[in-house]
């Protein structure tokens, strides 16, 4: 038996192809799932996906507001009694002009999409955790949170405060049985990545199962010992 069977777990994003894949992976193995997204259909499709391998319920929120995240964690626990994983997935790309050339609506949507978002629901999430006796966090960052890239300024800045916010959150929490950490995904394997770069070669590129591999050993117990860390998954790119 899995060691997720009856695990409460939170997933953001689930609405889209990592959320899924995240979703599916943790719903194979009978956890308890809590998908949140702004997209209310898109967390239907996924929880068809899961159909018969887990109990899903979907949660509707907003994550860039605090009152729509605080709600929807209050409903969480109703609902399930406590939270053993959050999985923050949701998050975004977009490529920009120079960061002259920013307004403040571009780079405003960036951080509130990538930053934001985890920061609202790991301020939610942690007291409630932490009455339970621990947790795990697993936070997606990305390969450019390292280095900033031309053009994505803003984009590379969010992702960046992901890893240094997921650094603070392991150090207040590290005898809290909380571990928080981030995976730095290099390419995801997406429709929507293949239609942006139809000349790229696919084979290099991380597919959103390999992701959910890893977000799974972070929130397993074979990881007890690992928090404040940023997993490299960059594929063959």
């Not at 920009?96 to 301020?123: H, I, K």
């Not at 007291?127 to 300024?153: D, F, H, L, T």
């Not at 969010?158 to 240094?164: E, G």
Request: proline share 5%; hydrophobic share 45%.
């Amino acid at each position: 038996m899995s060691e997720f069977n009856q695990s409460v777990v939170v997933v953001t994003g689930a609405a889209g192809n990592l959320g899924r894949a995240v979703a599916q992976a943790f719903a194979e193995r009978g956890a308890h799932l809590a998908l949140l997204d702004l997209n209310a259909a898109g967390i239907e499709r996924t929880i068809a996906a899961c159909q018969g391998q887990a109990s899903a319920k979907a949660f509707p929120t907003n994550l860039i507001d605090a009152t729509s995240v605080g709600q929807c964690i209050d409903e969480v626990l109703d609902a399930f009694g406590r939270i053993d994983i959050l999985a923050n997935i949701a998050g975004g790309f977009t490529m920009g002009p120079t960061v002259p050339e920013t307004s403040d609506r571009d780079w405003d949507f960036m951080m509130n999409l990538n930053a934001r978002s985890v920061f609202n629901m790991c301020r939610r999430v942690i007291p409630a955790m932490q009455g339970n006796g621990g947790g795990r966090i697993i936070n997606v960052s990305a390969r450019a949170a390292e280095q900033g890239k031309a053009r994505m300024g803003p984009y590379c800045a969010s992702k960046a405060a992901v890893l240094t916010l997921t650094e603070s959150l392991a150090a207040e929490n590290r005898f809290d049985n909380i571990n928080v950490n981030c995976i730095l995904p290099g390419t995801i394997d997406t429709p929507q990545n293949r239609e942006a770069m139809p000349d790229a070669n696919f084979d290099h590129w991380v597919p959103p199962a390999a992701l959910a591999d890893v977000i799974l050993f972070l929130a397993s117990g074979a990881a007890r010992c690992v928090t404040g860390a940023a997993i490299p998954v960059y594929g063959q790119s």
